[in-house]
């Protein structure tokens, strides 16, 4: 299957090793901890990738600028979940310490991404202030 122009993306490919990561963690908790708290935080990881795709599938700056943002709140989100996760005891210090540099660069990076898409005004020569 050939790749298409997202996942050509550091920052998509970074949030899908992300996402797969913290699947593992949690495929490994017990049945209550991932019907909670397992569920949102994979919910939340996955949401990451899925809006950085649908923004670049979406044809305008706008949109695309608007579903990076959301990959963002969803970044936050992952990252609220896996505190909760590792205050209740649910992750080791050594997944702590495998997630937490991907979370770290991620946030840059989506926010890089986001500059580098422009606006349609950048694109057209026009300002719309």
């Given at each position: 299957?050939?790749?298409?122009?997202?996942?050509?993306?550091?920052?998509?490919?970074?949030?899908?090793?992300?996402?797969?990561?913290?699947?593992?963690?949690?495929?490994?908790?017990?049945y209550?901890?991932?019907?909670?708290?397992?569920?949102?935080?994979?919910?939340?990881?996955?949401?990451?990738?899925?809006?950085?795709?649908?923004?670049?599938?979406?044809?305008?700056?706008?949109?695309?600028?608007?579903?990076?943002k959301?990959?963002?709140?969803?970044?936050?989100?992952?990252?609220?979940?896996?505190?909760?996760?590792?205050?209740?005891?649910?992750?080791?210090?050594?997944?702590?310490?495998?997630?937490?540099?991907?979370?770290?660069?991620?946030?840059?990076?989506?926010?890089?991404?986001?500059?580098?898409?422009?606006?349609?005004?950048?694109?057209?020569?026009?300002?719309?202030?």
């Open positions: 299957m050939a790749r298409t122009n997202f996942e050509n993306l550091r920052v998509y490919q970074l949030a899908e090793i992300l996402a797969d990561e913290i699947w593992h963690v949690v495929a490994g908790w017990d209550f901890a991932k019907d909670t708290v397992g569920k949102q935080v994979v919910k939340a990881a996955d949401s990451i990738g899925a809006n950085i795709a649908e923004g670049a599938g979406r044809g305008s700056y706008q949109d695309n600028r608007r579903f990076v959301m990959a963002r709140g969803s970044l936050n989100e992952t990252q609220h979940w896996l505190r909760r996760a590792y205050s209740r005891k649910l992750l080791s210090q050594k997944q702590v310490e495998k997630l937490k540099p991907m979370i770290a660069d991620l946030a840059p990076m989506l926010n890089a991404y986001l500059k580098s898409i422009g606006n349609a005004s950048e694109a057209t020569g026009t300002n719309s202030d």
